[in-house]
């Protein structure tokens, strides 16, 4: 049981180049999302997505753009990248049964970098 | 909207001091509330959790209650350990939503 994976840990992009961070789970999740963290900010949440087909905006959503073809995959694409999305990004999955109060689990982050 | 405010850090402690980080949210209704840690490279892990007023979590040593007069949600432990530096968050998710709201994170410290 691997959990959240996400690949890859590292990227530099130059400005305007486009990418695709992966995400991965085999919980069996409904729900998973996007955060960027940055400094002094806690975590932005940026899309999440409640199962296959289904997608939704976040709080910070501009310049990123998902989809949900499976359960298991949330990729997040960055259609041109800005120096602005420089910024560590964590991928999260959950379980819809039960209430709100069930555990987000979380992948070990992409540090991206866009000069 | 909902929102979560933490004391900003950094905290830097000697080992065995006590830790508190004070968290304080805004939400209508009956939010969840957790803390999350975030050790140096790794992505976030769950800490604690409580789902209701007075209820409280513990985990690790650490210790949180969830205080409805005062919307708080106070991170305390009593003994900390040089492994327990790290990033904490504050967070809570509504009672009719599955979305995660998250404070500043607060970096704390603890030396030898």
């Known amino acids: 049981n691997a959990g959240v994976t996400q690949t890859p840990k590292f990227q530099v992009l130059k400005t305007g180049q486009s990418m695709t961070l992966q995400c991965a789970q085999d919980?069996?999740?409904?729900?998973m999302s996007w955060y960027r963290q940055d400094p002094g900010m806690g975590l932005r949440l940026i899309h999440y997505?409640?199962?296959?087909?289904?997608?939704d905006q976040g709080e910070v959503p501009n310049g990123y753009n998902v989809s949900r073809s499976t359960t298991e995959d949330f990729p997040l694409r960055l259609l041109s990248a800005a120096p602005s999305q420089t910024s560590v990004y964590f991928c999260?999955?959950?379980?819809?049964?039960?209430?709100?109060?069930?555990?987000?689990?979380f992948g070990p982050g992409t540090r991206l970098t866009v000069l | 909207g909902d929102s979560v405010t933490q004391m900003e850090g950094p905290v830097t402690l000697s080992e065995e001091a006590f830790l508190t980080i004070n968290c304080t949210y805004t939400a209508t209704g009956y939010p969840s509330l957790f803390w999350y840690v975030q050790y140096p490279g790794e992505g976030l892990q769950l800490l604690l959790k409580a789902t209701k007023a007075d209820d409280k979590g513990s985990n690790k040593g650490f210790e949180a209650t969830y205080r409805k007069e005062t919307t708080s949600f106070h991170l305390e432990k009593g003994s900390v350990q040089v492994s327990d530096s790290a990033v904490y968050f504050c967070?809570?998710?509504?009672?009719?939503?599955?979305?995660?709201?998250f404070g500043a994170g607060t970096t704390v410290t603890v030396r030898a």
């Open positions: 999260a999955s959950r379980g819809l049964a039960g209430t709100a109060y069930n555990e987000q689990f």
């Open positions: 919980m069996n999740h409904e729900y």
């Open positions: 997505s409640v199962g296959a087909g289904i997608t």
């Open positions: 967070a809570l998710s509504p009672s009719n939503d599955y979305k995660l709201s």
